[in-house]
């Protein structure tokens, strides 16, 4: 049992779930159904992205315990509403996420998530950039993420994830030589290549440093807050994921107690932006520049 998080904010959550599916369903279902595919194929990819990031948000709330009060609900909406439409258990997940929280420093090569991010030029930004693009590590970071825990030498297996593989290979196989089929795979093309290039900037603004006028290093890292716009909360962070730096110092907290404690921080109006700031763009400037 989370004793951090009530059981009114747990309905919340699931409540907010549901009200995602729904919502991407619902709009999913009349742009296929009543537009044509010069307008449905846009509308799809725009609100398949929209659903994938909240998708992450949840998942990662899911995998430190606070999605639910109690530990197997929280389980099981983290599997089964959450994880099955990225073919991850939060088994999974869990163990490469709290290997990024051992970690004091960021970009490390034993860091799983800031570790395969790191770049020192223009040239090896796009290089990554392209290979999110074409989905080649959209593919490595499934591998990593869906592989088997080894324990005393031995294999431990994961049936959460055979049976979320096994879910969507019936999925696939009921809506094949449909209409639904080629959004299917738009929509898991979209994950595999744009929600990967999204993951890649939410990361960078949440954990580099930047010192002005000065170059790209990554022995100096940070956890930064970013509280954007509309733009920011659909697409990069809402609240669920926004307050980092007190994310890191308080793990065990979920997003609502953070929220608090971030409001009641009057110095955040003038905190660095290496700790504090209201524009990922901004940031994402400054850090290319900073490149070679």
């Known amino acids: 049992m989370n ?6 904010d747990s309905l919340i959550n699931l409540f907010n779930i549901l009200l995602l599916h729904t919502s991407f369903l619902l709009l999913a279902f009349y742009s296929i159904n009543n537009l044509g595919y010069f ?14 990031k909240f998708l992450g948000e949840f998942i990662h709330e899911g995998c430190h315990y606070h999605l639910f009060k109690f530990k197997k609900i929280n389980e099981i909406l983290s599997n089964y509403f959450v994880g099955i439409f990225f073919f991850v258990s939060v088994q999974n997940y869990r163990k490469k996420h709290f290997e990024h929280h051992k970690h004091d420093e960021y970009f490390k090569d034993t860091d799983p998530e800031t570790g ?3 770049v020192y030029s223009r040239k090896e930004f796009w290089k990554k950039v392209l290979l999110d693009l074409v989905g080649i590590n959209g593919l490595k970071f499934l591998l990593r993420y869906t592989n088997h825990e080894e324990e005393a030498g031995k294999f431990k297996t994961d049936y959460n994830f055979f049976l979320i593989l096994l879910l969507q ?7 094949f030589q449909t209409k639904y089929f080629l959004f299917y795979l738009i929509y898991y093309f979209t994950l595999g290549t744009l929600y ?6 939410r990361v960078l603004g949440q954990h580099l440093h930047l010192e002005k006028n000065k170059p790209i290093q990554f022995d100096k890292t940070t956890s930064r807050t970013i509280k954007g716009g509309i733009l920011e909360k659909m697409f990069f962070t809402s609240d669920i994921t926004a307050f980092h730096d007190l994310h890191h110092l308080h793990p065990y907290y979920p997003y609502r107690k953070l929220r608090e404690i971030f409001n009641k921080k009057q110095m955040y109006s003038n905190e660095d932006e290496n700790v504090y700031t209201k524009s990922r763009f901004k940031f994402l400037n400054n850090f290319y520049k900073s490149l070679n």
Do not use: G
């Open 116 to 118: 395969p991010i790191k």
């Open 196 to 201: 990967h290039l999204q993951l890649r900037l």
């Open 3 to 8: 004793n951090n998080i009530s059981t009114k």
């Open 39 to 52: 307008a449905s194929v846009p509308l799809f990819i725009l609100i398949s992205i929209i659903h994938q």
């Open 169 to 175: 290979i019936v999925f696939f196989v009921s809506i």
